[in-house]
């Protein structure tokens, strides 16, 4: 089993930024890929942007490029979340994503509990 825990979320003005981070443990060997998804209140959870582990390919929805960053955070298995000039629409619960496939578009097997973002007007 993986268990990926997410950090970093929290209340910021508008403007502001944040960092999130997401920890990754167990059988962490059946992740190829890992992701940001976030889910605001009364809408359905989207994809931000994800990382393929081998060769650290980065993909982002046109809205995250250039808003959101995605790097490691230190460990192979780990993935942050660099958000700036944050905004009242990027208020989400944010969870981190594991997948055990190399294909982008196949599900997401593994996933955080979220850490909420509140970005206040």
């Known amino acids: 089993q993986v268990q990926l825990l997410e950090s970093g979320g929290g209340l910021v003005q508008t403007g502001g930024s944040l960092r999130l981070s997401c920890a990754a443990s167990g059988r962490t060997i059946d992740i190829l890929r890992m992701a940001w998804f976030r889910q605001a209140p009364g809408k359905e959870r989207e994809f931000v942007g994800m990382m393929f582990l081998v060769g650290d390919i980065i993909e982002y929805t046109d809205d995250a490029k250039g808003h959101f960053t995605i790097t490691r955070d230190g460990a192979y298995y780990s993935l942050a979340l660099e958000m700036n000039n944050l905004r009242p629409e990027d208020t989400a619960v944010y969870y981190c994503?594991?997948?055990?496939?190399?294909?982008?578009?196949?599900?997401?097997?593994?996933w955080g509990r979220g850490t909420q973002v509140t970005v206040s007007s």
């Open positions: 994503a594991g997948g055990s496939s190399g294909s982008a578009r196949d599900p997401y097997g593994y």
